[in-house]
């Protein structure tokens, strides 16, 4: 149940995503984010599309595992298309009672949709391909300049890299307390909201006693082995650039500025919105 | 009412690349009376064996019966077979929650629908037989002991006066007295209130002294499933499997194969002690 949670999970398997320098797929992820919040017409869309696409088959997940972490936000998504479909101003489609919905409406929610669903699609997959203790290398190392403006950056990395350590012990953690409630005759299931949460507090409070038990035990462990801080610490395996990271780079700059360009080209832009005219208003 | 496991299997991850094969092919009987202790290495599948018996994990392929009914049918009412078959897991700090003892242990039986005087008086009756210390009935769950917290889960669950009783590793993380302190409390339910249990643990001497029926989990199947004395007598096959038969055994057969005519099948040490003292007195 509680395992069906995809986002900052680890896919292991052998690809060129998995082998990629993490400071490249942080920074490609950024540029992709970018990149689909620009496009002004479906010709960016598409190249974006392809672009997800081939870094999916790339990565070697199964598109399954990928879709999976869309369950999550399926709400949110819902919301934003909602209030989208209702309150954007414009001409109107149908409307029945108070409510409206606008050609420009059902315009922006499909488009919504759209961007986050390949926003979380694309951050997923860089989380599936990337071990956490990656992760957080590659952010320690790719926002090092911070360090200028007196940021911790190397504090932050271990607490970073500490709290995704911990999520899946807390949530196998979780699950075993929830079945050793179930088989006490707890349910989790029936009755209304305020008796499903009271429900949880069986869980919880073991919960809460075992992770202060963890983070204790943790923060001894470290102190004992004189942990200080984060400055001047080495790596076991510290990251180097090769060659296939600069490939990926020129390949990710490459498609930004392709995508970008013709996402916003005044004349592909003019002539769909001309269809679009045509089309629907006549 | 017997607990029948049919062909059950069950498989982790199977949607990766590596699927885990956690049972493969498990048949059991388990009539009611029984002191079953349930043996096997670290991942050999005897907790997701025993998370089958009372329905928290529902078999990729097989079935399971309790009581002539299918327990993996979509319409089986699950809280009514966990009333009859008990699951104490092996940490207690997973379960326990409540302000006090007391209140912990009235949460299993007030679930399955006991009234409040009802829920309390199993309460108070499973703290009596779990030996529970009287002047502790109402201190903090979090301010006990190791064997205390062990206790109190195990009458967390008796509370709601189950006829199966599963244990998983009760004994983990106690020193040895705690340890033969609640494997004799277990021993004593089954004689006295005649419940059916079963012992998951990973150590043989544990398991030799109390129980009737030895079933040996090794990578997801049953290797062995018959009385200790016939189990025990694999001795190599169960060493290949990571499990060490008990000293006592272990002992005996070493004096057997030097040449002393020692009971090669004792299982506890006053068993090996009196086997040899014959042998040695029939020898002079």
Redesign the interface.
């Known amino acids: 149940m509680i395992r069906d949670i995809t986002i900052g999970q680890y896919y292991q398997t052998k690809s060129v995503m998995h082998r990629l320098d993490p400071r490249v797929k942080l920074l490609g992820t950024l540029l992709f984010v970018i990149a689909i919040f620009t496009y002004k017409n479906p010709v960016g869309y598409v190249l974006g599309i392809i672009f997800l696409c081939t870094v999916i088959k790339l990565s070697h997940v199964p598109i399954k595992f990928i879709t999976k972490g869309l369950k999550g936000i399926l709400m949110i998504l819902l919301l934003t298309v909602l209030i989208n479909l209702f309150l954007t101003p414009g001409t109107a489609l149908v409307s029945f009672w108070k409510l409206t919905i606008t050609y420009e409406g059902v315009a922006v929610a499909l488009t919504m949709i759209l961007r986050l669903t390949m926003l979380i699609m694309g951050s997923s997959i860089v989380t599936l391909t990337t071990t956490p203790n990656n992760l957080t290398d590659g952010l320690e190392k790719g926002l090092g300049f911070m360090k200028i403006f007196r940021v911790p950056v190397g504090d932050v990395a271990m607490m970073m890299s500490i709290a995704l350590r911990f999520i899946p012990i807390l949530l196998e953690e979780t699950d075993r307390i929830m079945k050793a409630q179930l088989a006490r005759g707890a349910d989790f299931e029936s009755g209304n909201l305020v008796k499903k949460a009271r429900a949880l507090v069986p869980v919880l409070v073991p919960l809460f006693v075992s992770a202060f038990r963890r983070a204790g035990d943790l923060a001894m462990a470290m102190e004992a082995r004189c942990y200080r801080g984060g400055d001047g610490r080495t790596k076991m395996k510290p990251l180097i650039y090769k060659k296939r990271d600069v490939i990926a780079y020129i390949v990710l700059f490459a498609f930004m500025v392709i995508s970008i360009w013709m996402g916003r080209w005044s004349v592909i832009t003019d002539f769909f919105n001309s269809l679009y005219t045509d089309l629907i208003l006549k | 009412m017997p607990l029948i496991l049919d062909h059950v299997s069950q498989i982790y991850n199977a949607?990766?690349?590596?699927p885990v094969k956690a049972l493969d092919d498990v048949n059991l009987v388990i009539p009611e009376g029984q002191f079953i202790g349930v043996i096997g290495h670290t991942g050999s599948g005897k907790s997701t064996l025993i998370?089958h018996m009372?329905g928290?994990i529902l078999p990729t392929s097989g079935n399971v019966y309790y009581n002539g009914k299918d327990i993996t049918d979509k319409d089986f009412n699950k809280?009514e077979l966990?009333?009859h078959v008990?699951?104490?897991?092996q940490?207690p700090?997973?379960?326990?929650?409540e302000t006090d003892v007391f209140a912990d242990v009235c949460?299993?039986p007030g679930?399955?629908g006991m009234t409040r005087k009802e829920a309390e008086m199993a309460a108070f009756d499973a703290l009596r037989k779990v030996s529970f210390p009287e002047d502790l009935y109402y201190a903090s769950v979090?301010e006990l002991s190791g064997g205390q917290k062990r206790r109190a889960a195990i009458a967390?669950?008796l509370a709601?006066k189950p006829d199966f009783l599963i244990l998983d590793e009760p004994t983990a993380g106690l020193d040895p007295v705690g340890r033969t302190e609640i494997l004799d409390m277990v021993s004593e339910l089954h004689k006295t209130a005649g419940i059916t249990i079963i012992l998951v643990s990973h150590s043989m001497e544990d398991v030799a002294r109390y129980v009737e029926r030895v079933v040996v989990m090794d990578k997801g199947r049953v290797a062995y499933d018959d009385v200790p004395r016939e189990v025990f007598s694999h001795s190599e096959e169960l060493e290949a499997m990571g499990l060490a038969i008990p000293e006592p055994s272990k002992i005996a057969r070493q004096l057997v194969k030097n040449g002393l005519d020692v009971d090669p099948g004792v299982l506890t040490s006053e068993e090996a002690a009196d086997s040899i003292y014959k042998a040695l007195m029939k020898n002079r």
Do not use: A, C, P, S
């Not at chain 2, 008990?86 to 897991?89: C, K, N, P, R």
């Not at chain 2, 700090?93 to 929650?97: D, I």
């Open positions: 949607d990766t690349e590596n998370q009372n928290l809280k966990r009333k008990g699951l104490v897991f940490y700090e997973h379960q326990l929650f949460f299993g679930n399955i979090f967390g669950v709601m």
